[in-house]
C-alpha cells in the first residue's frame, strides 16, 4: 500500500467526523436561534393582542360602563377589529380561545363559538401557559 493511501485512510475518518460534528452543531444552534427569534415573534403579536383586550376593559372601567350590555359588546366589538389587524406574516392571523376552549374570535365566522378543549394543541397551551399561547381568564 502506498504512504499517500495510508495517510488518507488514517486522515480521511477523522476529517469526515469533525466535518458531520461541525455540521451538527450549526444546525442545532441555527434551529434554536430561529426558534427563539420565532417565539420572540409571535409573543410580541401576542401581547399586542392581549394590550388591545386591556385597553377595551380599562375604557369601560374608566366611564363605569362594565355593567352595560351595549357598552361590552362595543368593546368586544372594537377589540375584535383591532385583533383581527393584527398581521403575522402573509398568511397567519390571532385568533383568541376562552379560558374555558370556546373559539370567540376568529377570521373564519363558521368556528367562532367551537369548543377545542380537547383538542392537544388547546392542552399544550393550557399546560405550558404564557409560552406562545396567552390564555386569560374568562
Not at 458531520?20 to 427569534?37: C, D, H, K, P, V
Not at 373564519?108 to 399546560?127: N, P, S
Amino acid at each position: 500500500m502506498k504512504t499517500y493511501s495510508k495517510i488518507l485512510l488514517a486522515v480521511l475518518p477523522l476529517a469526515l467526523f469533525f466535518l458531520f460534528l461541525t455540521m451538527g452543531t450549526i444546525y442545532y444552534f441555527s434551529r434554536e436561534a430561529i426558534t427563539n427569534l420565532a417565539e420572540t415573534w409571535l409573543e410580541t403579536r401576542l401581547s399586542e393582542a392581549l394590550q388591545i383586550a386591556e385597553e377595551q376593559v380599562e375604557l369601560l372601567h374608566r366611564y363605569g360602563l362594565e355593567a352595560v350590555p351595549a357598552s361590552i359588546a362595543k368593546a368586544k366589538m372594537d377589540a375584535s377589529t383591532a385583533i383581527a389587524s393584527i398581521e403575522v406574516g402573509k398568511l397567519g392571523y390571532v385568533f383568541v380561545v376562552s379560558a374555558q376552549g370556546i373559539i370567540t374570535l376568529h377570521p373564519d365566522k363558521d368556528l367562532v363559538g367551537r369548543g377545542v378543549r380537547g383538542e392537544a394543541w388547546f392542552k399544550e397551551i393550557k399546560r405550558e401557559q404564557n409560552r406562545i399561547g396567552i390564555l386569560g381568564a374568562g
